[in-house]
């Protein structure tokens, strides 16, 4: 029998002592993970990065890791077990008397760092912080989300220890809680460092807005110095802040926990908790089949736990009832909310009533891609589709098409603006786009879509501009088209083909790459019958040949824009419109295809061979 050990690069050193002290009569091998410490893992993340030699009959992963064992196994085709959560209980795990070790003296410093905390409900933080605490963290690292303090974590594992629980920010010093009486002069940063390695005592500090303070050499190697000795105390420092990042020094040994946003059990119980805490004030009747209750939690997707609660208290509050009629209402504050940043613009699939002229052909490709969301495809072990990228002549009906996309799946659409990624803070810009990327797989499925693709990553190509953001954000939106596993359909939209680099336009980041190209003629009717019968007017009563053949080279906008000029001229007369109207209007445009001909003749050649015509 031949066992692969996987382990992370702390663990391996003692796993192989421990191997090889215990004389087994398996076989075996180490498979060491680019990880610090093992009890991270999960394992969606080590079958991306495991290789199986050939001959493994067991995998053997650490005991803290956290996941699905066996449809790891069914992965790799071998079969997967957690072992014990302490390698030096290794032995026994196998039905062997565990050999006594001295492992010596060790100097090694680990931070625990969890970000938005919030998001998660409270138990499940204390468990995770006592897993921290338990494999050895000197200091917890505990982030929130802007404008919500999250001092109550720290209250109650203060209580569960039976230790004493001290705040600091910059305004007071450090306060013993429950007492409000600051502890010394202990405003500044360095001050306070001093002041806790003099004490010594056995406590948790929760230090507020701390990170940005550690942009400060002294600052910095206080905190390490502090760091080192409070481990002795076995006290920790919490650092509680908005979007902080660590300085490299003291983030070397810190371990990245991120957060995601609560899945649709947790909101479930964020439901039902606020429905009986407002029985208690007044009645409070639920109304929701099963399929809405799904579409209730649909619509909080994406929203933190108290923005959810916010929404839910809302609409139980307007008429004492939570029933089918509220997810409107809910939705329309969802979007209010992913708004208040300006990241990503929030469409519902409920208001998405948009019509496409034309585009059969991608019409046909939604229909055979839409299987790809179905259990019969998972049952495959088919991805869902990945995404698409619409090319072509401005004013042709990409932007549309995007929106489009979203209604024939029944999704719900998100916009990113890509201009507000940036910003001038470094390092918030690429945590703009984990933030948007994070939202985005909280709500799958849903259709992500990117405008203009080419002007929103303009600099791309050059840290000429920008010191290498948008390089950096470029990377990051690449590795994650190529590895994301939740189904978030990107659609992205661009002009100008010759600013796009070949490494995005590659088959897997995309499923398919379109063209859009002038309307044809029946395409033309189309539209006007489209931008006619939206505007309340007969399109049986015109001209429709007359009105195609006085619109060719033009655009579904420019066409769209004749039929608003025609209208708002049959309202200044005071007469309906007619075809003479249209046809005035018509005459009297001139189409993008004639103002930039070399332009829009050079793209369209381009294309010809090289993208997959949308009609």
């Known amino acids: 029998m031949k066992i692969l050990f996987v382990t992370g690069k702390l663990a391996a050193p003692l796993l192989r002592d421990t191997l090889d002290g215990m004389r087994a009569e398996f076989d075996h091998e180490v498979a060491v993970l680019g990880i610090s410490v093992a009890a991270l893992m999960t394992t969606d993340w080590v079958a991306r990065f495991l290789k199986v030699p050939p001959g493994v009959d067991l995998i053997l992963l650490p005991g803290h890791a956290q996941g699905d064992v066996d449809l790891l196994g069914k992965h790799f085709g071998v079969r997967a077990e957690k072992g014990p959560k302490d390698l030096r209980q290794i032995p026994e795990h196998f039905g062997m008397a565990a050999a006594r070790a001295d492992y010596g003296a060790y100097d090694v410093q680990i931070v625990a760092e969890i970000n938005n905390a919030p998001s998660l409900a409270l138990p499940e933080i204390l468990r995770r912080a006592g897993e921290f605490a338990d494999s050895g963290a000197e200091i917890i690292d505990v982030g929130c989300t802007k404008g919500r303090p999250f001092e109550a974590l720290a209250d109650v594992v203060g209580a569960e220890l039976q230790i004493p629980v001290y705040t600091w920010a910059l305004t007071r010093g450090i306060v013993r809680k429950p007492t409000a009486h600051p502890s010394g002069e202990t405003r500044e940063p360095a001050a306070l460092l001093a002041h806790l390695r003099s004490l010594r005592a056995h406590g948790i500090y929760v230090l507020k807005d701390f990170a940005r303070h550690l942009s400060e050499p002294a600052v910095c190697r206080a905190f390490r ?234 600099s791309f190509g050059s840290s000429e501009y920008d010191g290498g953001t948008s390089q950096r954000i470029f990377a990051t939106l690449l590795s994650w088209m190529q590895e994301k596993k939740k189904p978030v359909f990107l659609v992205a939209t661009e002009n100008d083909v010759f600013k796009l680099p070949p490494e995005l336009m590659r088959k897997g980041r995309f499923d398919e790459l379109f063209f859009v190209d002038l309307p044809s003629p029946a395409e033309r009717k189309a539209i006007f019958e489209i931008h006619l019968a939206r505007r309340k007017q007969d399109p049986a009563g015109l001209n429709l040949a007359a009105l195609v053949a006085a619109s060719d080279r033009m655009s579904g906008a420019e066409i769209e824009q004749a039929v608003v000029a025609s209208l708002y001229r049959s309202l200044y007369e005071k007469r309906p419109l007619d075809g003479p109207m249209l046809l005035g209007e018509l005459s009297n445009t001139v189409p993008l295809s004639v103002t930039r001909r070399e332009d829009v003749e050079r793209l369209r050649e381009l294309a010809r061979g090289r993208f997959v015509p949308v009609a």
């Open 225 to 458: 110095d502090a760091a080192q000795e409070l481990a002795q105390a076995k006290a920790s420092m919490w650092i509680v802040g908005a979007g902080h990042d660590i300085p490299a020094d003291a983030a070397a040994h810190v371990v990245h926990f991120p957060l995601e946003l609560p899945s649709k059990k947790e909101l479930g119980e964020v439901v039902m908790t606020v429905v009986r805490s407002l029985r208690d004030r007044s009645p409070a009747k639920v109304e929701l089949s099963k399929p809405d209750l799904e579409r209730l939690l649909g619509a909080l997707s994406g929203l933190t736990l108290n923005q959810a609660r916010q929404a839910v208290a809302r609409a139980v509050l307007r008429d004492g009832m939570l029933h089918a009629g509220d997810i409107p209402e809910i939705l329309a504050a969802k979007a209010e909310m992913l708004g208040h940043d300006g990241l990503l613009e929030y469409f519902p699939a409920e208001d998405n009533a948009w019509e496409l002229g034309g585009f059969a052909g991608l019409k046909a490709w939604l229909e055979r891609a839409k299987v790809g969301f179905t259990p019969e495809a998972a049952a495959l072990g088919l991805p869902p589709p990945r995404g698409l990228l619409l090319a072509g002549v401005q004013g042709c009906g990409k932007s549309l098409a995007a929106k489009f996309v979203a209604r024939s799946w029944g999704l719900a659409l998100v916009k990113l603006d890509a201009g507000r990624l940036y910003s001038k803070w470094a390092g918030e810009s690429e945590r703009n786009l984990r933030r948007v990327i994070q939202l985005a797989e909280s709500m799958a499925p849903v259709v992500l879509w990117i405008d203009e693709l080419e002007k929103s990553f303009a």
